[in-house]
């Protein structure tokens, strides 16, 4: 199985600064089809997580443009321009290139 | 737009097996996997395995010999059954449509293992 790590585990923030979290697997999610099948999620307390950003950088409908999203190969990196008090929760990075799916183990987003 | 409906029993007995039904609204069944994924209480994310409208399963190893999912097309709906449950099932269940992102999630369904 293809191993996601994210750090940090937790990130506490002041609304209006940025965030960033990263996320590494284990190998390339680079797939035949000359795609990348990394996304990020985020899941705000007693939610189900929804997608914030596909194939490593492409914004769900819907999602801000201040969430962005970039790297390629093994290393990702999602970016809150400026946080705000809605964006509070768990994000999760999830690679679909290879099976099973996998998912990082989570990286708590809070206040400061 | 797209909206997923879970349900199933919530309170299960060692050794008994889990049953959810996820349907789908508003949208092609056609087209998309459609997976379960858990989420045990205060940990991550966990994908258990999906489906497609021509009955195509793929399954996570670590819960294969345990785990079917089926589909419904008639109904737009599909289902995920794991036998032989014990508390380490215990979790959050959550049905989604994929395959290679997971752009819209059911509303969970708790699944607690007791005696």
């Known amino acids: 199985d293809i191993v996601m790590t994210q750090t940090p585990l937790s990130l506490s923030v002041t609304p209006g600064q940025p965030a960033s979290i990263s996320c590494k697997s284990s190998?390339?999610?680079?797939?035949?089809?000359?795609?990348?099948?990394l996304s990020w999620y985020l899941q705000r307390p007693g939610q189900s997580p929804h997608l914030l950003i596909y194939?490593?950088?492409r914004r769900s409908s819907g999602v801000p443009d201040r969430f962005s999203g970039s790297g390629s190969g093994t290393d990702f990196t999602l970016i809150i321009s400026r946080v705000e008090a809605d964006d509070l929760g768990l994000y999760y990075c999830?690679?679909?290139?290879?099976?099973?799916?996998?998912f990082g183990g989570g990286t708590r987003v809070d206040n400061k | 737009q797209v909206q997923l409906q879970q349900w199933g029993a919530g309170l299960l007995k060692p050794s008994e097996t889990l049953s959810l039904t996820c349907a789908v609204y508003g949208g092609s069944f056609s087209g998309n996997y459609w997976s379960w994924i858990r989420q045990p209480p205060g940990k991550g994310l966990e994908w258990i395995g999906d489906?497609?409208?021509?009955?195509?399963?793929n399954y996570s190893p670590s819960l294969e010999s345990r785990v079917t999912i089926s589909a419904d097309t008639s109904k737009n709906q599909f289902s995920l059954h794991l036998r032989s449950v014990t508390a380490a099932d215990m979790a959050v269940y959550y049905c989604?449509?994929?395959?290679?992102?997971?752009?819209?999630w059911g509303q969970g369904s708790l699944v607690t293992v007791s005696s």
């Open positions: 190998q390339s999610l680079l797939d035949t089809d000359g795609k990348t099948y």
């Open positions: 489906i497609n409208d021509s009955g195509r399963t």
């Open positions: 194939e490593v950088s």
């Open positions: 999830m690679q679909g290139t290879h099976l099973p799916l996998t």
């Open positions: 989604a449509r994929g395959p290679l992102s997971l752009d819209y």
